[in-house]
């Protein structure tokens, strides 16, 4: 397709959108809904627009379910969607109850985001993506439609979630609050996240590993780095053997449409398994060295520091680069529940797979099996899982604990490090029945 035809089917599918929008308000829907139940069947057309440098014209459709906060994220991050966390750049956590009423995979407009500078506007048009470096014998560049007239174009159902997912419950439960070390004794607070800092998508892309092919990529290839588009030009390393797994992806759709602008348009890094960080928005260039790439990134921003932690230089701590085994109830936080029989439903994600989730209602004196309902159940997606309950009034805190395909069980306490990265640790989840 060239780019007149794509930016041709985003004007008709935006054309088609409007058309049954008329349609709908004929029988008394309000655009609010209509959004809403665009976004139940995919709505791809809300992120049709993303391929222009207008910021008008690239604002995608917005609902408006409450006040609207200032923010340099594109997407509309309603309060009914998002909690917005602030801290080192644009934080929008996605509401777990949110996905009580949703499938398997978390709608674009739902799916948080974190970045440490605005969403940049990036022309596919102007984009194009440069392999470089040590590692490679015939440096090369792609433009966006020679990426996706690639072969290898693939579609994998694989998560994103940040390192610092939970990080709020080393302040709660283990009551030490995270910093980053800002120099002068200053301590920088990080985003606090609770549970929402996770998503499930179905992403389409190539293997990074069929580009560095095509690159000549040595034997001696030691790291591979892509490198962000956005202000804060991050540059996140990998080693070649994560770079040439499967489903280590360039990605340039999520869910069907094209990338939204927020989610790393017109191409992301995803790497599956492994943090959030890993997986670079805005991608222009892959570097591949024969040396070790050092960065703040892996030796002191996505370390384990703390007590039980020792220095790995020229690292501060050990490199956070594996997600650990969590899980969250689809349930508000706080949640409030009737006094009745009831189904709750969560989900539960690890870089291992995950073979079974127990619950407890008696905080954690007993606990059941969940039963896992069927879906992909991929490593590094998740799976989701119900359970019965009939409560009394009163006060409950809902525990569930997952077990990954190795055999191993979340812990019930993990230890403290700085920069409250993998909170892995059961949790506690609180509900009043009245
Ligand atoms: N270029 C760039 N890529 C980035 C970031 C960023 O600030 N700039 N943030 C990273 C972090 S820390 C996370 S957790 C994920 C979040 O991806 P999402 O916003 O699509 O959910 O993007 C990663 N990719
Ligand atoms: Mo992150």
């Keep these: 397709m060239s780019y007149e035809e794509r930016d041709q089917a985003s004007y008709y599918q935006a054309r088609a959108d409007e058309e049954i929008w008329q349609k709908a308000r004929k029988f008394g829907v309000s655009r609010r809904r209509f959004l809403e139940l665009a976004g139940l069947v995919g709505g791809s057309a809300l992120f049709g627009a993303a391929c222009t440098d207008d910021k008008k014209e690239a604002a995608p459709t917005t609902s408006s379910s409450g006040p609207k906060i200032e923010s340099n994220i594109v997407k509309d991050i309603p309060p009914s969607k998002f909690n917005y966390v602030e801290a080192l750049g644009f934080n929008a956590e996605m509401r777990w109850e949110n996905m009580a009423t949703r499938g398997y995979l978390t709608p674009n407009d739902l799916f948080f985001v974190r970045q440490s500078a605005a969403t940049p506007r990036i022309s596919q048009n102007n984009w194009k993506l440069t392999v470089s470096g040590s590692g490679v014998t015939t440096p090369l560049e792609l433009t966006y439609d020679q990426l996706l007239a690639l072969p290898e174009v693939t579609s994998v159902i694989r998560s994103v979630e940040c390192s610092g997912n939970g990080r709020i419950f080393f302040d709660e439960v283990l009551g030490e609050l995270t910093y980053q070390d800002g120099g002068n004794g200053n301590k920088v607070s990080l985003p606090q996240w609770r549970l929402g800092a996770v998503g499930v998508a179905e992403w389409t892309g190539v293997p990074l590993g069929a580009i560095l092919e095509r690159a000549g990529v040595k034997p001696s290839a030691k790291d591979v780095v892509p490198g962000g588009l956005d202000e804060s030009r991050l540059r996140r390393p990998m080693s070649i053997a994560k770079a040439m797994e499967d489903d280590t992806l360039l990605a340039f759709a999520m869910n ?106 008696d905080e954690g004196k007993t606990w059941k099996p969940a039963q896992v309902l069927p879906g992909p159940n991929e490593p590094r997606a998740w799976v989701r899982y119900s359970f019965d309950w009939e409560p009394a009034a009163g006060e409950y805190k809902i525990m569930a604990r997952a077990t ?11 230890p403290w490090n700085q920069h409250g990265m993998n909170y892995g640790a059961v949790v506690a989840h609180p509900v009043t029945v009245a």
Excluded: C
């Excluded at 890094?269 to 670079?280: E, H, K, Y």
């Excluded at 384990?304 to 349930?331: D, F």
């Excluded at 990954?404 to 993990?414: A, T």
């Design 256 to 361: 069907g449409s094209p990338l939204p602008l927020d989610h790393g348009f017109p191409v992301r890094a995803l790497v599956p398994g492994w943090i959030g960080n890993q997986s670079v928005k805005w991608v222009g260039s892959i570097e591949v060295a024969e040396e070790p790439v050092f960065v703040p990134q892996n030796t002191s921003i996505y370390v384990y520091i703390g007590p039980g932690y020792q220095p790995e230089p020229p690292r501060m701590g050990p490199v956070v680069e594996k997600q650990v085994t969590k899980t969250a109830l689809e349930l508000e936080w706080p949640a409030k529940l009737a006094p009745k029989a009831q189904t709750i439903r969560g989900r539960a994600w690890g870089p291992e797979g995950v073979s079974k989730v127990e619950y407890s209602v």
């Design 404 to 414: 990954d395909s190795k055999g191993q069980v979340m812990p019930d306490k993990i």
